[in-house]
């Protein structure tokens, strides 16, 4: 799965003018990335890369059923991936700096943490993807990513992007 996550940051890198004017804008567009996933996913499948994905995909846990942002097929393992777009940038004067998504809000991103944690599903991963534009700098990030849960693997480094944004992947280990 990393190297299908190299691809789709290639993929997105080519979207950098889309990014800056969400950022510019100051607008939490997840649609947008949802749908550009859904592309690159698309693309992965016609490749033979990936064996099959779905989009809000519906899993049983006890009584109740949880959404998923998308479920990836591949080499017979399900990967359970959730997408939160976190824009902070705070052009506007909106209140969304990068605490505002760490925080258990209905737009905070620990809640997908613990949605995938409470599925427990033989033969597969779970990831969590977040699309943080402009990029945060060391400092705020690392204050705030010490909130994630332990069993999390934070997969990509921030000094790798360039400062319109960041894709923060991380996997259940």
């Known amino acids: 799965m990393i190297e299908i996550y190299k691809a789709m940051i290639e993929y997105f890198d080519n979207k950098v003018d889309y990014i800056r004017l969400f950022d510019k804008n100051d607008v939490r567009v997840e649609g947008w990335f949802k749908g550009e996933l859904l592309v690159f996913f698309d693309r992965l ?19 109740r059923r949880r959404q998923i942002d998308f479920e990836i097929k591949s080499k017979d393992i399900a990967n359970l991936i959730e997408i939160k777009a976190m824009p902070i940038g705070r052009r506007q004067n ?23 944690e409470s599925i427990n599903m033989e033969n ?50």
């Open 45 to 63: 499948k016609k490749q033979n890369t990936i064996q099959d994905y779905f989009r809000e995909k519906r899993i049983r846990v006890g009584k």
């Open 94 to 116: 909106t209140p969304r700096n990068l605490r505002f998504y760490f925080t258990e809000n209905n737009n905070g991103i620990l809640n997908d943490f613990t949605k995938l």
């Open 124 to 173: 597969a991963n779970k990831w969590i993807i977040g699309f943080i534009y402009p990029k945060p700098t060391k400092e705020e990030w690392s204050s705030e990513i010490a909130r994630i849960n332990d069993g999390w693997t934070l997969r990509t480094n921030l000094e790798e992007f360039q400062d319109d944004y960041y894709v923060a992947i991380w996997e259940n280990s």
